[in-house]
Protein backbone atom coordinates (compact mmCIF):
# COMPACT_ATOMS: atom_id res chain seq x y z
CA UNK A 1 0.00 0.00 0.00
CA UNK A 2 0.75 3.12 -0.82
CA UNK A 3 1.41 5.81 1.87
CA UNK A 4 2.26 9.77 1.60
CA UNK A 5 3.34 11.72 4.82
CA UNK A 6 3.60 15.89 5.16
CA UNK A 7 5.73 16.62 8.17
CA UNK A 8 5.43 19.93 8.63
CA UNK A 9 1.65 20.49 9.85
CA UNK A 10 1.70 24.19 9.40
CA UNK A 11 4.12 26.26 7.34
CA UNK A 12 3.95 31.07 7.10
CA UNK A 13 5.20 32.89 4.98
CA UNK A 14 5.22 36.79 4.40
CA UNK A 15 3.19 38.36 1.22
CA UNK A 16 5.22 38.09 -1.67
CA UNK A 17 7.78 35.72 -0.15
CA UNK A 18 8.68 32.04 -1.51
CA UNK A 19 7.28 29.07 0.51
CA UNK A 20 8.11 25.37 0.00
CA UNK A 21 5.67 22.50 1.40
CA UNK A 22 7.30 19.28 1.78
CA UNK A 23 5.96 15.53 0.93
CA UNK A 24 7.06 12.70 0.55
CA UNK A 25 5.35 8.93 -0.19
CA UNK A 26 6.53 5.68 -0.08
CA UNK A 27 5.59 2.72 -2.79
CA UNK A 28 6.85 0.18 -4.96
CA UNK A 29 5.28 1.38 -8.13
CA UNK A 30 7.55 2.95 -10.94
CA UNK A 31 4.60 4.54 -12.52
CA UNK A 32 2.09 6.54 -10.58
CA UNK A 33 0.54 10.44 -10.55
CA UNK A 34 1.30 12.67 -7.42
CA UNK A 35 -0.85 16.11 -7.32
CA UNK A 36 -1.28 18.74 -5.23
CA UNK A 37 -4.06 20.11 -3.68
CA UNK A 38 -5.62 23.21 -1.90
CA UNK A 39 -8.36 23.29 0.69
CA UNK A 40 -9.30 26.82 1.63
CA UNK A 41 -11.44 27.34 5.04
CA UNK A 42 -14.74 25.63 4.35
CA UNK A 43 -14.56 25.32 0.63
CA UNK A 44 -14.14 23.01 -1.94
CA UNK A 45 -10.56 21.18 -2.24
CA UNK A 46 -8.91 22.36 -6.21
CA UNK A 47 -5.86 20.84 -7.86
CA UNK A 48 -2.89 23.04 -7.52
CA UNK A 49 -0.67 20.75 -9.89
CA UNK A 50 -0.10 17.53 -11.02
CA UNK A 51 3.03 15.42 -11.50
CA UNK A 52 3.42 12.02 -14.26
CA UNK A 53 6.51 10.49 -12.42
CA UNK A 54 7.63 8.86 -15.71
CA UNK A 55 8.41 12.52 -16.51
CA UNK A 56 11.66 14.10 -15.49
CA UNK A 57 11.00 17.94 -15.87
CA UNK A 58 9.25 19.39 -12.89
CA UNK A 59 5.92 20.61 -13.25
CA UNK A 60 5.24 24.40 -13.15
CA UNK A 61 1.99 26.55 -13.09
CA UNK A 62 2.38 29.77 -12.63
CA UNK A 63 3.14 31.01 -9.13
CA UNK A 64 3.49 27.11 -8.35
CA UNK A 65 6.16 24.70 -8.97
CA UNK A 66 7.37 21.59 -7.73
CA UNK A 67 10.40 19.46 -7.12
CA UNK A 68 10.07 15.61 -7.64
CA UNK A 69 13.03 13.75 -6.95
CA UNK A 70 11.73 10.20 -7.85
CA UNK A 71 14.88 8.31 -6.29
CA UNK A 72 14.04 10.20 -3.09
CA UNK A 73 10.48 9.46 -3.47
CA UNK A 74 9.73 13.26 -2.88
CA UNK A 75 7.57 15.44 -4.21
CA UNK A 76 7.22 19.49 -2.86
CA UNK A 77 5.79 22.34 -3.69
CA UNK A 78 7.14 25.31 -4.05
CA UNK A 79 4.75 29.02 -3.96
CA UNK A 80 6.17 31.92 -5.58
CA UNK A 81 5.29 35.48 -4.55
CA UNK A 82 3.00 34.20 -2.17
CA UNK A 83 -0.70 35.82 -2.20
CA UNK A 84 -3.69 36.07 0.61
CA UNK A 85 -5.40 33.76 -1.22
CA UNK A 86 -2.96 31.01 -0.94
CA UNK A 87 -3.70 30.76 2.26
CA UNK A 88 -5.35 27.16 2.52
CA UNK A 89 -4.71 23.63 3.66
CA UNK A 90 -2.58 22.10 1.06
CA UNK A 91 -2.42 18.38 0.48
CA UNK A 92 -0.69 16.08 -1.35
CA UNK A 93 -1.55 12.99 -3.41
CA UNK A 94 -0.70 9.85 -4.81
CA UNK A 95 -2.29 8.26 -7.59
CA UNK A 96 -1.11 4.76 -9.35
CA UNK A 97 -0.99 4.66 -13.10
CA UNK A 98 -1.37 0.99 -13.07
CA UNK A 99 -4.22 -1.12 -13.97
CA UNK A 100 -6.64 -3.16 -11.43
CA UNK A 101 -9.13 -2.12 -9.34
CA UNK A 102 -7.05 0.48 -6.80
CA UNK A 103 -6.35 2.48 -10.44
CA UNK A 104 -7.75 5.84 -10.02
CA UNK A 105 -7.91 5.98 -6.19
CA UNK A 106 -5.90 9.14 -4.25
CA UNK A 107 -3.73 8.54 -1.32
CA UNK A 108 -3.45 11.90 0.56
CA UNK A 109 -1.05 12.65 3.09
CA UNK A 110 -1.77 14.70 6.31
CA UNK A 111 -1.96 18.66 5.49
CA UNK A 112 -0.22 21.36 5.27
CA UNK A 113 -1.83 24.74 6.94
CA UNK A 114 -0.62 27.40 4.76
CA UNK A 115 -0.98 31.04 6.92
CA UNK A 116 0.28 34.30 4.90
CA UNK A 117 0.88 36.96 6.68
CA UNK A 118 0.73 40.89 4.94
CA UNK B 1 -22.98 21.46 -15.85
CA UNK B 2 -20.89 23.49 -13.78
CA UNK B 3 -19.34 20.65 -10.95
CA UNK B 4 -19.65 18.20 -8.71
CA UNK B 5 -22.48 18.91 -6.57
CA UNK B 6 -23.51 17.59 -2.77
CA UNK B 7 -26.36 17.85 -0.86
CA UNK B 8 -27.05 18.55 1.77
CA UNK B 9 -24.48 20.90 3.00
CA UNK B 10 -25.18 20.34 6.18
CA UNK B 11 -26.59 17.32 8.72
CA UNK B 12 -26.73 17.11 11.90
CA UNK B 13 -28.26 13.55 13.34
CA UNK B 14 -28.91 11.65 16.20
CA UNK B 15 -27.01 9.16 17.03
CA UNK B 16 -28.39 5.76 15.69
CA UNK B 17 -30.53 7.30 13.02
CA UNK B 18 -30.24 7.12 9.64
CA UNK B 19 -28.96 9.67 6.62
CA UNK B 20 -28.47 9.87 3.06
CA UNK B 21 -25.95 11.88 1.33
CA UNK B 22 -26.15 12.78 -2.62
CA UNK B 23 -23.79 13.46 -5.24
CA UNK B 24 -24.17 14.38 -8.58
CA UNK B 25 -21.06 14.38 -10.89
CA UNK B 26 -20.06 16.14 -14.13
CA UNK B 27 -22.02 14.25 -16.40
CA UNK B 28 -19.24 13.06 -18.57
CA UNK B 29 -17.42 11.56 -15.84
CA UNK B 30 -17.64 8.06 -15.65
CA UNK B 31 -15.83 7.47 -12.31
CA UNK B 32 -17.08 8.85 -9.03
CA UNK B 33 -15.52 8.33 -5.60
CA UNK B 34 -16.15 9.36 -1.84
CA UNK B 35 -13.97 9.82 0.89
CA UNK B 36 -14.31 10.94 4.33
CA UNK B 37 -11.97 13.72 5.82
CA UNK B 38 -11.77 14.52 9.65
CA UNK B 39 -10.97 18.13 10.89
CA UNK B 40 -7.50 18.78 10.08
CA UNK B 41 -6.77 15.46 8.53
CA UNK B 42 -6.55 14.55 4.64
CA UNK B 43 -9.64 12.57 3.21
CA UNK B 44 -9.73 8.94 3.67
CA UNK B 45 -11.03 7.00 0.19
CA UNK B 46 -14.40 5.10 0.90
CA UNK B 47 -15.37 3.57 -2.51
CA UNK B 48 -15.84 4.53 -6.01
CA UNK B 49 -17.39 3.79 -9.13
CA UNK B 50 -16.90 3.43 -12.53
CA UNK B 51 -20.16 3.86 -14.42
CA UNK B 52 -22.26 1.72 -12.05
CA UNK B 53 -20.09 -0.46 -11.15
CA UNK B 54 -18.71 -0.28 -7.25
CA UNK B 55 -15.08 -1.13 -7.91
CA UNK B 56 -13.34 -1.09 -4.80
CA UNK B 57 -14.46 -0.45 -0.83
CA UNK B 58 -12.40 0.53 1.78
CA UNK B 59 -12.19 -1.15 4.70
CA UNK B 60 -13.58 2.00 6.48
CA UNK B 61 -16.95 1.31 5.02
CA UNK B 62 -18.34 -0.87 7.47
CA UNK B 63 -21.48 -2.81 7.22
CA UNK B 64 -23.29 0.28 8.12
CA UNK B 65 -22.51 2.27 4.78
CA UNK B 66 -23.61 1.97 1.82
CA UNK B 67 -23.17 3.73 -1.58
CA UNK B 68 -25.32 3.16 -4.74
CA UNK B 69 -25.27 4.82 -8.67
CA UNK B 70 -27.56 4.18 -10.47
CA UNK B 71 -27.76 4.86 -14.12
CA UNK B 72 -24.22 5.37 -13.84
CA UNK B 73 -25.02 9.08 -12.70
CA UNK B 74 -25.81 10.68 -9.16
CA UNK B 75 -24.50 8.70 -6.57
CA UNK B 76 -26.29 8.17 -2.63
CA UNK B 77 -23.93 7.17 0.43
CA UNK B 78 -26.34 5.73 3.21
CA UNK B 79 -25.27 5.67 6.87
CA UNK B 80 -27.39 3.01 9.02
CA UNK B 81 -27.41 3.71 12.84
CA UNK B 82 -25.54 6.74 12.78
CA UNK B 83 -22.31 6.55 15.59
CA UNK B 84 -21.04 9.83 16.40
CA UNK B 85 -17.57 8.66 15.11
CA UNK B 86 -18.77 8.83 11.87
CA UNK B 87 -19.26 12.62 12.01
CA UNK B 88 -17.03 14.23 9.48
CA UNK B 89 -17.04 15.82 6.25
CA UNK B 90 -18.02 13.35 3.31
CA UNK B 91 -16.52 14.28 0.30
CA UNK B 92 -17.39 13.68 -3.28
CA UNK B 93 -15.15 13.71 -6.55
CA UNK B 94 -15.41 12.35 -10.33
CA UNK B 95 -13.03 12.26 -13.32
CA UNK B 96 -13.02 10.88 -16.97
CA UNK B 97 -10.52 7.88 -16.68
CA UNK B 98 -10.40 6.27 -20.26
CA UNK B 99 -7.67 4.51 -21.35
CA UNK B 100 -5.12 7.02 -23.30
CA UNK B 101 -6.56 10.16 -21.90
CA UNK B 102 -4.08 11.76 -19.46
CA UNK B 103 -4.85 11.47 -15.74
CA UNK B 104 -5.95 14.32 -14.19
CA UNK B 105 -6.96 14.96 -10.90
CA UNK B 106 -10.64 14.58 -9.32
CA UNK B 107 -13.18 17.10 -9.78
CA UNK B 108 -14.29 17.41 -6.05
CA UNK B 109 -17.46 18.43 -4.38
CA UNK B 110 -17.91 20.95 -1.38
CA UNK B 111 -18.93 18.13 0.77
CA UNK B 112 -21.52 17.36 3.41
CA UNK B 113 -20.35 18.28 6.85
CA UNK B 114 -22.11 14.87 8.92
CA UNK B 115 -22.72 16.17 12.63
CA UNK B 116 -23.72 12.96 14.69
CA UNK B 117 -25.00 14.29 18.72
Known amino acids: AQTVTQSQPEMSVQEAETVTLSCTYDTSESDYYLFWYKQPPSRQMILVIR??????QNATENRFSVNFQKAAKSFSLKISDSQLGDAAMYFC???????????????FGQGTILTVHP | DTGVSQDPRHKITKRGQNVTFRCDPISEHNRLYWYRQTLGQGPEFLTYFQNEAQLEKSRLLSDRFSAERPKGSFSTLEIQRTEQGDSAMYLC???????????????FGSGTRLTVV
Open chain 1, 93 to 107: AYRSAGGGTSYGKLT
Open chain 1, 51 to 56: QEAYKQ
Open chain 2, 93 to 107: ASSLDEAGLANYGYT
